[in-house]
């Protein structure tokens, strides 16, 4: 993959090559032509607005919006939109979450009435959503009806609470993607259209295309059809933040279908995108070597501690979380966590070896090359949602030739030191939370139990 800026290509890009613009009313655009076989095309509509800029009296609008949508546009009806995705058997996904509303549409299709059809539909829903009276009424049912179906569910209830305890009151949490109902169905037709001229304007708006075609008619494409969109004169997108928590936050959800116990740790972070390629990687070896530990005593021990994982995820503008990960079984669920938590303490004190770091390198290092030569057969989607996240998160956008480099590079000055100390500094965050998801008959999840997870936690974690 190759950054190069447009408009329009110069020369032919090469295949894995991304080009990327920015039109004069402030649109973002990316393009990379990928053969993966059968790939066809896959477009991506990213507006980086979402609930969190919902005003009080909105709560469920941006959710609203999407579907609205995906209805009439003023020169493309429901039922023509839906001919033109029959026609070139295009798939349409969309989603809306805090901080971004997604579009995607993905066809097996790659000529050029196929790649016009599916620009001409997202630049409807950038700027041509017609927010007919019976369409919103529509609309608004389905809304209604989707609410129902996902929140009158216990594993509603439990995400919800568990993003109610990672969220730490801040304005996040008050304003849930699917909304409430009771302002749903008091909606406006001014509302609507109020939320979706603020936010869904050129420089909160990129289009993504990826797939097997020729650049350059894809970029004069999108040019034809984006860049005459109106910019409104609004407040600039507000950035919100989570308030810091001293002390360790946990709970308990309680999950009546689960045979085992699964117990996540939240270590959460401000997120830098300058320094990201390198934590990416500490974070990589660092806590790689943590997980083969934690195996390495689990078999000593014989204990039936499964699914020892660790993974990031970012969701929210400016912040990161690192996840750590344990199913335990119910019989010894009490025993079990107090001497996982000490065994995680235990050995994330230990320094990291030589050894242990050379062995690491090297498999990273033979991971990074088979990546390296296999970038031909990543899905075209997966390619689109690293774009997405460059677009809405900041996350960097890191040819594969520059990352090989800059990872190779880091690979061979990184010392076991360096490592160590990055952990404790990864680890020793104030804004920790344990979720525990148990089956809701396990007597022992009481407030004794919760007591015992608090002591367990403030006498063998790092936790301040």
């Given at each position: ?19 990327t613009s920015v039109l004069e ?95 001409m539909t997202l630049s409807g ?340």
């Amino acid at each position: 993959m190759q950054i190069m800026i447009s408009p329009f290509s110069k020369q032919k890009p090469e295949i894995g090559h991304v080009v990327t613009s920015v039109l004069e009313n402030g649109m973002t655009y990316y393009v990379q032509a990928h053969t993966q076989p059968n790939s066809g095309i896959v477009f991506a509509l990213a507006v980086k607005a979402g609930s969190v800029l919902e005003d009080e009296h909105e709560k469920g609008a941006a959710h609203f919006v999407e579907h609205m949508c995906l209805a009439d546009t003023h020169y493309l009806s429901k039922q023509e939109i839906g001919s033109i995705y029959k026609l070139y058997n295009i798939n349409c996904k969309a989603y809306t979450n805090y901080e971004e509303t997604v579009y995607m549409l993905q066809s097996p299709c790659n000529d050029v009435e196929a790649i016009e059809k599916c620009i001409m539909t997202l630049s409807g829903i950038a700027c041509e959503v017609a927010f007919n009276c019976d369409r919103i009424e529509e609309v608004r049912e389905d809304v209604l009806k989707e609410w129902s179906f996902t929140q009158n569910t216990q594993k509603a209830y439990n995400r919800n609470h568990t993003l109610q305890i990672l969220l730490n009151e801040s304005r996040y949490i008050y304003h849930l993607p699917i909304g409430i109902p009771e302002q749903i169905r008091e909606f406006s037709r001014e509302t609507l259209i109020k939320f979706y001229k603020t936010w869904y304007r050129p420089e909160l708006i990129a289009l993504i295309a990826v797939g097997d075609f020729d650049v350059k008619l894809v970029e004069e494409t999108i040019y034809r059809y984006f860049h005459s969109t109106p910019n409104y004169k609004v407040p600039p997108r507000v950035i919100y933040s989570i308030p810091d928590h001293v002390q360790p936050r946990f709970t308990v959800n309680r999950v009546s279908q689960r045979e085992d116990t699964e117990v996540n740790i939240y270590l959460r972070h401000s997120f830098h995108p300058l320094s990201a390629p390198k934590l990416k990687l500490m974070d990589q070896l660092s806590f790689n070597i943590l997980m083969k530990r934690i195996e390495c005593q689990k078999k000593k021990h014989n204990k039936l501690w499964n699914n020892i994982l660790w993974a990031t995820e970012r969701f929210l503008i400016g912040y990161e979380f690192i996840v750590l990960s344990v199913k335990l079984q119910n019989k010894y669920l009490i025993s079990d966590l107090t001497e996982c938590l000490y065994v995680f303490d235990h050995i994330s004190k230990q320094n990291f070896s030589d050894t242990e770091v050379s062995f690491e390198r090297m498999g990273f290092k033979k991971d990074l090359e088979q990546n390296y030569q296999l970038y031909a057969s990543i899905p075209s989607k997966i390619l689109v949602k690293e774009y997405i996240n460059n677009f809405i998160y900041d996350e960097p956008l890191m040819t594969m030739e520059n990352e090989y480099e800059v990872v190779n590079n880091l690979l061979a000055s990184i010392t076991p030191k360096e490592l160590y100390d990055h952990l404790h500094q990864r680890l020793n965050t104030v804004n920790n939370t344990l979720i525990v998801n148990s089956p809701i008959l396990d007597e022992r999840i009481t407030t004794n139990a919760i007591n015992e997870y608090s002591e367990s936690l403030n006498k063998y974690m790092y936790w301040q």
